[in-house]
């Protein structure tokens, strides 16, 4: 059969982040795929560097948007295992609080979008109405909606009042039952399942070859989640359970991270009820020369950190691994053997996050061949059209 | 299984031709000879079941050390195979033959700091742009981007403090 290849990128057509595949398609069907990533690399490594300790978690918290506490986190823990500096447990607390309240926000987006692609559009508003919530209440607990800037080694840069402990419980009694029905709405929904179910299956050891993390394994029924294997804030003496799907497909994904948000929700209420006043922040007042690593669990999956010193007050070597960067190779292992309207599905239903600016790219169509170029919208009416038969059809 | 027990085996398997240093209750180093990298990296991988997180390269004056961080899940510990590859040359075995997770680290190092992995399945670059100069590699110590960065800030605190004296 002819093969044609069919360059997506380097803009993310559906998710505007750049990045850049290049797809090889019999027919309909995928048989080989090309990826290439780093179209925005910024230099972080290199500029903390030139940083002091105490300034690096400012600038981590810009490596994303979203995980704007897992980098700052991981880093402090790195920092921690090299000084062997101890958090008071109501820095752990505080702690906890804020890595669930960006874990409910991120997968809330998550969700919102995952609809928009597969035309449940009603989906997307649901989803984004109930994350609006939870982002003022990281305005009123740490000042941003967004680059929280809350951690330090040793602890919490600003304390969270206890008056504003109720507030938490506000949010989460306002966004419990909504966040229920729409788990309940997507387990419940038959064309969802057929739609959604058996797309992009990443295989049990095919997630262990390609060493991908976070929701993308647990969806593949691999139980790791770094939260419960080298617990750090609180998550130890929490009532929580890592959530596991044994599918590997999209709907197992979804499935995965809407499930997610009620543990989220659970583990705050927790938060809430046990924190009590005292000290959150131990002053570390020197780095030991040696090496530390450090990783926490984002709600993409895994950060990973290692920092090493000279006992200077500069680290002389840092190095910063985003979750994105080990799940985005298996999209090569979930994506053979699709179909060309489920390709940008199965790499949206990893949740990539890239950063965000871009180099220009110039494409030209052959002249009055228009058909040549898929935008954005004629990949989304392709996604909707297959919904739309399969809905027709159930 | 402890960390005594993952201690113990990598001696027991590994304590031949490298030394193993246990850090605290959750870290693990082990330095490997190039030599030996592929057999470690395997016996890590495939045996002891280790996640790769990630690599790790670091620019020494001698040598480039590159660090493979695997993670123990079920454990909560990590072991870093320490390896390294001696200047001039910067060759050392590429990882990625064992299993592909090691494929884009891989190359990404290679970018940054100039270590040759021998038979990696995808040498291309990964990092750099395509009309970035053929040997120049940014996070070396003596790569001429940084050389510029510090004369740049040298110049400028020449002239801050021509400004400020009075």
């Known amino acids: ?394 | 299984m402890t960390i005594e027990d993952v201690v113990n085996e990598l001696q027991e398997q590994l304590g031949s031709f490298a030394a193993i240093f246990q850090r605290n209750q959750k870290r693990v180093y082990v330095d490997v000879p190039p030599e030996q990298t592929l057999q470690a990296n395997r016996y890590v991988f495939e045996t002891m079941k280790g996640r790769l997180a990630t690599a790790t390269g670091r620019d020494t004056p001698e040598r480039i050390e590159v660090l493979y961080h695997y993670c123990f899940d079920s454990l909560g510990i990590v072991v870093t195979v320490r390896t390294w590859a001696l200047k001039p040359d910067c060759e050392l075995e590429s990882v990625a033959t064992i299993f592909p997770g090691a494929n884009f680290i891989e190359r990404e190092i290679y970018d940054l700091l100039g270590v040759k992995f021998l038979n990696h399945p995808d040498p291309r670059r990964l990092i750099l742009s395509d009309d970035w100069p053929e040997g120049v590699h940014p996070l070396r110590n003596d790569s001429p981007i940084r050389r510029a960065r510090n004369e740049t800030q040298e110049f400028m605190r020449a002239i801050t403090d021509e400004v400020t004296t009075p």
């Open chain 1, 1 to 394: 059969m002819k093969r044609t290849v069919i360059p997506v990128g380097p803009f993310h057509p559906i998710q505007e982040e750049p990045e850049f595949f290049q797809l090889t398609v019999e027919g309909e069907r995928v048989v080989d795929v090309d990826v290439r990533i780093s179209y925005n690399h910024r230099g972080i490594e290199r500029l903390c560097q030139d940083l002091t300790y105490d300034q690096i978690p400012f600038i981590l918290a810009r490596i994303c948007g979203i995980c704007s506490a897992s980098h700052p986190i991981a880093f402090c823990k790195a920092c921690e295992d090299l000084s062997g500096a101890e958090v008071p447990l109501r820095g752990k607390y505080l702690r906890t609080i804020i890595c669930e309240l960006e874990r409910i926000h991120s997968h809330l987006l998550w969700a919102g979008l995952a609809g928009h692609f597969i035309g449940y559009n009603t989906v997307f508003m649901w989803a984004w109405k109930y994350r609006e919530p939870v982002l003022d209440l990281l305005e009123t607990l740490v000042g941003n909606r967004n680059n929280y800037e809350n951690f330090v080694t040793g602890g919490c840069r600003r304390d969270i009042p206890q008056e504003m402990m109720p507030d938490i419980i506000k949010v989460m009694d306002e966004i419990q039952g909504p966040c229920e029905m729409l788990t309940n709405a997507v387990l419940d929904d038959p064309v969802l399942k057929v739609r959604l179910g058996g797309v992009g299956i990443l295989t049990y050891e095919d997630a262990v070859k390609w060493c991908t993390t976070g929701p993308t394994t647990r969806a593949s029924g691999v139980p790791i989640d770094v939260r419960a294997d080298e617990p750090y804030a609180c998550y130890d003496i929490l009532d929580w359970q890592v959530i596991t799907q044994p599918q590997g497909d999209v709907f197992a994904k979804v499935v995965v991270r809407m499930l997610e948000v009620l543990e989220a929700i659970k583990i705050l209420r927790q938060c809430v009820e046990q924190i009590e006043p005292g000290p959150w922040r131990n002053e570390v007042r020197e780095m030991p020369e040696g090496e530390g690593i450090g990783h926490a669990e984002a709600p993409r999956g895994e950060t990973f950190h290692y920092v090493c010193s000279d006992g200077t007050n500069y680290p002389i070597r840092y190095k910063v691994r985003a979750p994105t960067y080990v799940n985005l190779p298996s999209f090569r292992a979930s994506v053979i053997g699709q179909e060309l309207a489920d390709a940008m599905l199965t790499v949206a239903a990893m949740d990539p996050c890239y950063s965000c600016t871009e180099r220009m790219q110039v494409i030209r169509p052959r002249l009055g061949n228009k058909k040549e170029v898929l935008d954005q919208k004629a990949l989304l009416e392709m996604s909707w059209a297959k919904t739309e038969r399969i809905r027709k059809s159930v």
